[in-house]
Nanobody, 123 residues
Framework: QVQLVESGGGLVQAGGSLRLSCAAS????????LGWFRQAPGKRREFVAA????????VYAESVKGRFSISRDNAKNTMFLQMNSLNIEDTAVYYC????????????????WGQGTQVTVSS
């Protein structure tokens, strides 16, 4: 059983940056595809970014492409999401997720989830 814990959320002004981390334990982290999702109040959980187990295949939502960067350190069982040029529409609870197999954009295809970390972008 894989446990995931996010950290790094907070309050930031529009145009600023944050770096989210996701620490994993309890499983074969290096064999899992990883993803970041977010959910704003009253909205569905949506895909943000994902990377393969080796980190050489990454996928981004169009809304964050060029601003966000996903990476992982398998030696430290940790995944990151560097978020730059944040805007108010990025305000949401951000979740990390993991699954066996290749990257996937659908939240229902992920087996393990963290508890989420709040990101709030102010104007």
């Amino acid at each position: 059983q894989v446990q995931l814990v996010e950290s790094g959320g907070g309050l930031v002004q529009a145009g600023g940056s944050l770096r989210l981390s996701c620490a994993a334990s309890g499983g074969a982290f290096g064999s899992l595809a990883l993803g970041w999702f977010r959910q704003a109040p009253g909205k569905r959980r949506e895909f943000v970014a994902a990377c393969s187990w080796r980190g050489d295949h990454t996928v981004y939502a169009e809304s964050v492409k060029g601003r966000f960067s996903i990476s992982r350190d398998n030696a430290k069982n940790t995944m990151f999401l560097q978020m730059n040029s944040l805007n108010i529409e990025d305000t949401a609870v951000y979740y990390c997720a993991a699954r066996q197999g290749d990257v996937n954009l659908l939240p229902g295809r992920y087996d393990y989830w963290g508890q989420g970390t709040q990101v709030t972008v102010s104007s």
